[in-house]
Nanobody
Framework: QVQLAESGGGLVQAGGSLRLSCAASGRTFSLYTMGWFRRAPGKEREFVAGISWNGGSTYYADSVKGRFTISRDNAKNTVYLQMNSLKPEDTALYYC???????????????????WGQGTQVTVSS
């Protein structure tokens, strides 16, 4: 099990940028495929981006492709989500999640991620 804590959310105007961080506890962070998800008001949780254990493979939802970038620093036990060209429809509570250890492929299925952070709010004004 890994404990996760997101930070970096806030209020930004449309077209602006934010960088979210997710700090993980434990010495085996590098074994985990990581994902970012979000839940907008009145909507179901959706996949945003994922990254493999070594950063060699990334995967994005079509809605954020070309605007968001996921990355990780295993030495710092941290995964990042750089969000550029933000739109009002990006407003949501953003969560990071860790996949089952040893499962190396990136997936959008949230049932494959047993460990979750508390989330950080991103609000984009028009």
């Amino acid at each position: 099990q890994v404990q996760l804590a997101e930070s970096g959310g806030g209020l930004v105007q449309a077209g602006g940028s934010l960088r979210l961080s997710c700090a993980a506890s434990g010495r085996t962070f590098s074994l985990y495929t990581m994902g970012w998800f979000r839940r907008a008001p009145g909507k179901e949780r959706e996949f945003v981006a994922g990254i493999s254990w070594n950063g060699g493979s990334t995967y994005y939802a079509d809605s954020v492709k070309g605007r968001f970038t996921i990355s990780r620093d295993n030495a710092k036990n941290t995964v990042y989500l750089q969000m550029n060209s933000l739109k009002p429809e990006d407003t949501a509570l953003y969560y990071c999640a860790a996949r089952y250890p040893g499962r190396t492929t990136v997936t959008a299925r949230d049932s494959e991620y047993p460990d979750w952070g508390q989330g950080t709010q991103v609000t984009v004004s028009s």
